[in-house]
């Protein structure tokens, strides 16, 4: 494991070598360790010196400048996806709290089989992002994607904003994007405005609606719009029962399904907290060093993301996931098959490719 991880990043992150070296030593004690608590990621890491001294060595690492998601994340997950072949590619757009009751953490992930893989991140003060900030995310992963490659945005109420909707069709990307119940929608610039609220949704019939605008403010259009009953739960309150989307996307029969790949953010976000890395333990209130780690939890996330689907398209699976039918995701079985290989001392591909 620590030979090809050392091999992956010489090719593909444009560091020296010896700041290399002290990337795959973080990257597999993460793996080892299973956790982003810094105690727990320095006993596994290679250095003749006490609990403490590695300790205080990560702690420097973490915040080194090069030590960023430009820097380190940015090169590897653009080789990744300079071979990935999807048409379209399908983003997603959510942000999730990070425990401590100040920050949240802003992504921008690729949806891929049912989960979510980072591709650009922001951390911020706890609450709504805004338009401006949207934006940026988004201009930082232009430059990560193929070229000439048809992309749809996901997102929920946070990110239906008209002006990101704008946005994103002068980049001529497609958009599915949450409404809330209180906007107002029109069938034609000569139209009566109603609330979507009014709109009759039931738990057997779902709305759709084509060629329409939205807002008063901006009668933006002309949009299509779905709606469905669909009951969601907040700290285990009753938040709201029918969903609203407006999409750029014609109205055909899969409209919904295609939309249930947001829900692979919620599945990535869990692996990074009560599933996997329990990042939300790291207790990192230094932003360089909160950046830092979860820098390398990425690389490591997408890696063992990567392995996983190889173990399935090469029948390699059962090595460790016997179940008849597959109960693990990806990442996890891409991160057993790596600690198996480990303690077996046993080589591990050179392999860097998303499997379609």
């Not at 997950?77 to 048409?87: G, I």
Request: glycine content about 6%; charged content about 20%; some cysteine.
């Amino acid at each position: 494991m620590e030979e090809t991880l050392q091999v992956l990043f010489e090719a593909a992150i444009p560091l020296s070598k010896a700041q290399n070296t002290h990337l795959r030593q973080v990257c597999v004690g993460v793996l080892l360790a299973g956790s982003s608590q810094l105690t727990r990621i320095a006993r596994w890491l290679e250095q003749q010196t006490q609990q403490d001294s590695r300790v205080q060595w990560l702690r420097r690492l973490l915040q080194a400048r090069f030590m960023s998601q430009e820097y380190v994340y940015y090169p590897f997950v653009k080789q990744v996806l300079a071979h990935h072949r999807a048409d379209p590619i399908h983003l997603i757009m959510d942000r999730t709290a990070l425990g401590d009751g100040q920050t949240d953490l802003l992504s921008l992930s690729l949806s891929f089989r049912k989960r979510a893989l980072p591709l650009v991140w922001h951390f911020m003060p706890q609450g709504m992002s805004d338009y401006a900030l949207q934006k940026h995310l988004i201009e930082r992963c232009q430059g990560l994607l193929p070229a000439n490659t048809p992309v749809i945005v996901h997102g929920d109420n946070e990110f239906g904003s008209v002006s990101l909707m704008q946005y994103l069709r002068h980049l001529g990307w497609d958009f599915m994007v949450g409404q809330s119940s209180k906007n107002y929608y029109r069938y034609s610039p000569r139209g009566d405005w109603q609330q979507l609220s009014t709109l009759p949704v039931s738990p057997r019939q779902a709305v759709y609606l084509s060629q329409i605008e939205l807002t008063k403010d901006y009668a933006y259009g002309p949009l299509n719009l779905f709606a469905f009953y669909q009951p969601r739960y907040s700290n285990r309150h009753r938040k709201h029962d029918i969903t609203y989307c407006a999409t750029s996307l014609p109205i055909t029969s899969a409209l919904r399904r295609l939309g249930h790949r947001r829900w692979g953010i919620e599945c990535c976000f869990k692996d990074f907290k009560s599933s996997g890395w329990n990042v939300q333990d790291s207790d990192l209130t230094h932003s360089a060093r909160r950046e830092g780690l979860f820098t390398v939890l990425s690389l490591a996330y997408l890696w063992a993301t990567c392995l996983g689907r190889w173990l399935c398209k090469t029948a390699h699976r059962p090595v460790v996931d016997t179940k008849a039918q597959r109960h693990l995701s990806l990442f996890r079985l891409g991160w057993d098959w790596l600690v198996h290989r480990y303690i077996m001392d046993l080589p591990c591909p050179t392999l860097l490719t998303l499997y379609q």
